[in-house]
């Protein structure tokens, strides 16, 4: 059973960077991006927003990323670009958290580019050991359920 995180509890653990450690998501699995970190910032608004950066390294070495902004919308966050990619949208939501919430579960909608996904992440700088082990333990905790831990690839 996944939990919703209500905006306090959001606000509080969310901002910083996390990297990917699995996913069943193509962008980070067809071999052309490589050590995806997400990081998130507390952005002045209404509800609870944050600016967004994703970055990783390309197959040749180069650091590229990509900018948005989450608003939190019910228990999601809507997820839009900036720059050309002000086009595009995306909605997900932390289904799932350790303890600490060291290590968290995000759950990626369908969108118009992209199919829904999963991604496994751990707050970056923190020492978090056998997160494979932990999860796999704690699937409910995680907001998982068998198929979704099964559907993962394990990036390190």
């Known amino acids: ?3 919703v995180f209500d905006a306090s509890v959001l606000a509080a653990k969310l901002p910083g960077t996390w990297c990917v450690e699995a996913t069943n998501f193509p962008m980070w699995l067809d071999g052309t991006r490589h050590n995806p970190e997400f990081s998130y910032e507390t952005a ?28 939190l ?14 086009v595009l ?7 799932g958290a350790d303890d ?27 020492e978090v050991p056998v997160v494979r082990t932990t999860v796999a333990h704690a699937t409910d905790q995680f907001g998982l359920t068998a198929e979704d831990f099964a559907s993962l690839t394990w990036l390190s």
């Open 1 to 3: 059973m996944s939990e």
């Open 44 to 71: 002045e608004g209404d509800e609870l927003t944050f600016a967004d950066t994703v970055s990783y390294t390309t197959r040749d070495g180069d650091q590229k990323t990509i900018v948005g902004t989450d608003r």
């Open 73 to 86: 919308r019910g228990d999601e966050f809507v997820w839009r670009g900036q720059g050309w990619l002000k």
């Open 89 to 95: 949208t995306s909605r997900w939501q932390v289904v």
């Open 100 to 126: 600490a919430f060291d290590t968290i579960v995000l759950r990626f909608s369908r969108s118009r580019l992209t199919p829904a996904g999963i991604d496994v992440l751990t707050r970056k700088g923190v």
